[in-house]
């Protein structure tokens, strides 16, 4: 159960929208850039490209962001004081990260009206996964008088890619702080804002997804649309190889033709310029480049959604269910090979 808490004796509770308000102040203010939610259902913030593209490579970053987050699974019909299909996270990515991290957390606890000495507050070791992102990291959750309110996680791949550097990921429970916060036991008493409460904006959404996902959603037609999703996925990635190999064959050409004519030396004369006269060539961005590497992503990400809906659905078996985490990471990890190229190739030409 939610404890009484003890507040910055300067502010009243803070309400839900007020306190991701202070949140994203305050990592604006350590140099993040404060990100929209992602448009597409995922399991966790760590699923936007926010972070999971963000982590790969070596460029510094630093995002933060609100992210609804939905896990069929967890569905209660609104009718669970604590437990919600479709809760609401702050995810930060710090790249890489600062020595003094967990004072920065700590620091975003009284921003919010916490004050750290007057409580309980420990890391407890809770190493984190996420099987269809080819991702793992080193974690801790953080537990606030006894009631588990963030995850603190050193990234150590994504994708399937050890990451260097690496990444750390502070995600906030916002819900269950907000709870907190205020001194409430029912999630849906939270104060959204001065007259709206959480359950205003919230309970009838829960009910409805849950008695989606748990009672009218088809399995054959949830398989189908995923195999669909799962097919133009594949579709693209295909395309892409096709347009690799074309452009590897062309740029093959360019320097054989290259070869065949020897120095150009004299070949601006001829037309009666010199090379410092000479205007820049500016191309298109060739297939590569145009390649829609994040509606891949998307599709992967829709994959992985549904693979939630029939897992919650009791639609399949043990076999199957490894069986489909293995077709949504083989997508995850592909999207994540050809970003990596990409990040290659560019430091290349620059």
Known sequence: ??????????????????????????????????????????????????????????????????????????????????????????????????????????????????????????????????????????????????????????????????????????????????????NVEDVYHIRWNESVTYGDMRRAEELELSVYDFEAADPETSRKVLDLYEGEAVRLLGEYRKSKIADRKKSDREVLQSDTMGSSSNALSVVGESSSNVEPRVSNLGPLDRFPLRKVYDLTLKCSHLFNILDARGAISVTERVALIARVRKLACAVAAIYVERQAAQEVTA
């Open 1 to 182: 159960m939610i404890k009484s808490n003890t507040l910055n004796s300067a502010n009243a509770p803070l309400s839900f929208q007020e306190m991701i308000f202070r949140l994203s102040q305050f990592w604006a203010g350590q140099g993040c850039v404060v990100a929209l939610p992602y448009d597409v259902e995922v399991g966790a913030g760590t699923m936007s490209p926010e972070t999971f593209f963000r982590v790969l490579g070596p460029q510094p970053w630093r995002v933060a962001y609100v992210q609804p987050s939905r896990r069929p699974a967890d569905g209660r019909y609104g009718e669970n004081p604590n437990r919600l299909l479709k809760h609401t996270q702050m995810q930060v990515i710090l790249k890489p990260p600062p020595a003094s991290v967990q004072d920065m957390y700590l620091e975003s606890l009284e921003a919010i009206g916490i004050e750290v000495r007057h409580h309980d507050i420990r890391f407890e070791e809770d190493n984190w996964e996420a099987p269809t992102l080819g991702a793992w990291g080193i974690g801790w959750q953080v537990v606030l008088d006894g009631l588990e309110v963030s995850q603190f996680t050193y990234f150590q791949q994504s994708g399937g890619f050890d990451l260097e550097p690496i990444s750390v990921e502070l995600t906030y429970g916002l819900e269950r702080i907000t709870a907190f916060l205020q």
